[in-house]
T-cell receptor, first 118, second 112 residues
Framework: GAVVSQHPSRVICKSGTSVKIECRSLDFQATTMFWYRQFPKQSLMLMATSNEGSKATYEQGVEKDKFLINHASLTLSTLTVTSAHPEDSSFYIC??????????????FGPGTRLTVL | AQSVTQLDSHVSVSEGTPVLLRCNYSSSYSPSLFWYVQHPNKGLQLLLKYTSAATLVKGINGFEAEFKKSETSFHLTKPSAHMSDAAEYFCVRTGGYNKLIFGAGTRLAVHP
């Protein structure tokens, strides 16, 4: 149980285009999803917290107009990187907290999406 | 400020020898603490977690960690390393608003 999937696993796009990454909780309902980015050989940095049915909360320094987050249902959150540039190339990982979880602080992580912007 | 410090960026051990990955946290209260493992180009897998129950926590794949409040430490250990243990390990603590705060990571190399 508690499986989180991401799609696509890898994407290459041209500079200036937009890319959408999906994060799904497959066997549980997630009231809260988190988006992280990870640069090579670095740790995970939280970008934003996404609550179902409400606007995402972005961390300081993260451009909300560039990284659009939508959490339209209890099993799906999307991250859209708009007008992508090479510096946006990174590994994007989502995580989800289960609704009514007995361990409310635990997050379940997706496998990540490798974005390369040419 | 809430933080996690992983004292070693790289650890190298021989197969069959013990593993010790060190982690210290700073806080005015006892947080929940986790260890995650990440294999190359993969997501994170939870090894174990401490949530104010037993201070010695046993996880998957033979790993365990001991919560020591007096030392504000949560070091990860394994008696005997396997080649498959080679990966990046993250010590993680809870922060405010249900957020997780990640350490910088420790890359474990296992040599034959």
């Amino acid at each position: 149980g508690a499986v989180v999937s991401q799609h696509p696993s890898r994407v290459i796009c041209k500079s200036g285009t937009s890319v959408k990454i999906e994060c799904r909780s497959l066997d549980f309902q997630a009231t809260t999803m988190f988006w992280y980015r990870q640069f090579p050989k670095q740790s995970l940095m939280l970008m934003a917290t996404s609550n179902e049915g409400s606007k995402a909360t972005y961390e300081q320094g993260v451009e909300k107009d560039k990284f659009l987050i939508n959490h339209a249902s209890l099993t799906l959150s999307t991250l859209t990187v708009t007008s992508a540039h090479p510096e946006d190339s990174s590994f994007y990982i989502c995580s989800a907290r289960a609704r009514g979880s007995g361990a409310p602080l635990e997050q379940f992580f997706g496998p990540g999406t490798r974005l390369t912007v040419l | 400020a809430q933080s996690v410090t992983q004292l070693d960026s790289h650890v190298s051990v021989s197969e069959g020898t013990p593993v010790l990955l060190r982690c210290n946290y700073s806080s005015s209260y006892s947080p929940s603490l986790f260890w995650y493992v990440q294999h190359p180009n993969k997501g994170l897998q939870l090894l174990l977690k401490y949530t104010s129950a037993a201070t010695l926590v046993k996880g998957i794949n033979g790993f365990e960690a001991e919560f020591k409040k007096s030392e504000t430490s949560f070091h990860l250990t394994k008696p005997s390393a396997h080649m498959s243990d080679a990966a990046e390990y993250f010590c993680v603590r809870t922060g405010g608003y249900n957020k997780l705060i990640f350490g910088a990571g420790t890359r474990l190399a296992v040599h034959p």
